[in-house]
Nanobody
Framework: VQLQASGGGLVRAGGSLRLSCVAS????????MAWYRQAPGKQRELVAS???????NYADSVKGRFVITRDNSENTVYLRMNNLKPEDTAVYYC???????WGRGTLVTVSS
């Protein structure tokens, strides 16, 4: 399993970013996918997930601001992040939920 996340960067509070994650080595259409994040000094936490049937789930802290989508034709899962807050600063990782593999994350930094 290989997971390559991209799209992070530095943004001001209130701004937006879209993260992408391309998955390989799995049958993407059969896998539930998720985004996690890990802030400095904190444990990794689930941000959002999307099942193979496109059912979405979000952490309370990002509901109404983040949207997870997937493009099965591109083996890609996205995370659209709107109205970003400084507390969203973290390294973001994508994951295929049936696999233990973590790919390289992408850093999101939100300045106040």
């Amino acid at each position: 399993v290989q997971l390559q996340a991209s799209g992070g960067g530095l943004v001001r509070a209130g701004g937006s970013l879209r993260l992408s994650c391309v998955a390989s080595g799995i049958i993407f259409t059969l896998n539930d996918m998720a985004w996690y994040r890990q802030a400095p000094g904190k444990q990794r936490e689930l941000v959002a997930s999307i099942t193979r049937t496109f059912k979405e789930n979000y952490a309370d802290s990002v509901k109404g601001r983040f949207v997870i989508t997937r493009d099965n034709s591109e083996n890609t899962v996205y995370l659209r992040m709107n109205n970003l807050k400084p507390e969203d600063t973290a390294v973001y990782y994508c994951k295929a939920l049936d696999y233990a593999t973590w790919g390289r994350g992408t850093l999101v930094t939100v300045s106040s």
